[in-house]
């Protein structure tokens, strides 16, 4: 029993070294725990180089902006940025003084007033025409007709308009400025009625054309209802290009039909001074005013896919 005893005793002191030292000998280390560092690192490295980017992105984008409003609020007739002196002088002399900015800046309201609302009505018409239309050869050159002023280049349109207004005896009227405008406003409106229209609920538009309702009576009681805030987002698309265009308007306008920007590039040509600052701080400041809606209604992420 004894020697039994000692022998156990023995095997056991013999077995207890072996599993210290191979608990010592074993690696400690994870396989693959290097190239997880790794990509851990490079996934680092790229969301920063990504914000990086971004921010220089939009630095590139606003500081223009920075520069124009800064440039407009200056003391002095020099365009220095940043300014040496604060002042309104020249936004007064714009609201009160300068009566060609004025008349200038009525111009504009009036011409984004007027395509804007024969702009909405073509869009919103051809939208819906081509989307209850059934398909053929007359949907296909609708859609093409209402699309074809985008890859047009706008001085060819606006020299064509140019000569064909002047023919008519309107080049340089109201009317002829609403028309240019509008020809090159209405494929943006049709983009965003016809994204809008992708929301609809067609099946109680199907049932009113059962029943017997004409194309306008199942539009104005059942699909207008359900796109007016979108018809009214694609009408503040329209004002704002129009507000900014230039083109159509040198060709198209005269001494008294003159927009901003067409003033703004005269004076431009003659002397620089913080004036032609003001009427670019207003028109950003109008163009972000008609925006705010357009985001609301469309989102964000909506809006991007459609421009």
């Known amino acids: 029993m004894a020697a039994g005893g000692r022998t156990r005793r023995r095997g056991r002191r013999r077995r207890c070294p072996r599993r210290r030292r191979g608990r010592r000998t074993r690696p400690s280390v994870r396989p693959g725990r290097r190239h997880g560092g790794t990509a851990v690192t490079r996934r680092r490295l790229g969301t920063a180089l990504y914000r990086t980017g971004v921010w220089l992105l939009l630095g590139f984008i606003v500081l223009p902006v920075v520069v124009v409003i800064g440039t407009s609020v200056s003391a002095t007739p020099d365009v220095v940025f940043p300014p040496e002196q604060l002042s309104l002088r020249y936004y007064r002399a714009f609201f009160f003084a300068e009566a060609k900015w004025q008349t200038a800046f009525v111009n504009s309201v009036i011409v984004a007033a007027g395509t804007a609302l024969l702009a909405t009505a073509l869009g919103t018409a051809g939208a819906y025409g081509t989307r209850t239309l059934p398909e053929g050869r007359l949907r296909e050159a609708i859609t093409t007709l209402l699309v074809l002023p985008l890859p ?65 009576q199942a539009f104005r009681e059942i699909v207008f209802p359900q796109i007016r805030a979108g018809v009214v987002a694609a009408a503040f698309v329209a004002a704002i290009l129009s507000l900014h265009e230039f083109l159509i308007a040198l060709f198209l306008s005269d001494f008294g039909t003159q927009t901003l920007p067409v003033l703004e590039w005269t004076a431009l040509r003659n002397f620089v001074d913080p004036m032609i600052s003001v009427v670019s701080t207003l028109l950003i400041i109008a163009a972000l005013a008609l925006a705010v809606p357009v985001v609301v209604v469309l989102g964000m992420d909506r809006l991007a896919r459609l421009l």
Request: charged share 15%.
């Open 152 to 216: 047009t280049p706008v001085i060819v349109l606006a020299l064509a308009l140019s000569v064909y207004f002047a023919r008519l005896g309107i080049r340089g009227s109201y009317p002829a400025l609403v028309l240019g405008h509008t020809l090159v406003t209405v494929p943006f409106v049709y983009v965003v009625v016809r994204a809008v229209l992708a929301r609809v609920d067609w099946r109680a538009h199907e049932a009113a054309r059962d029943l017997g309702a004409t194309r306008w």
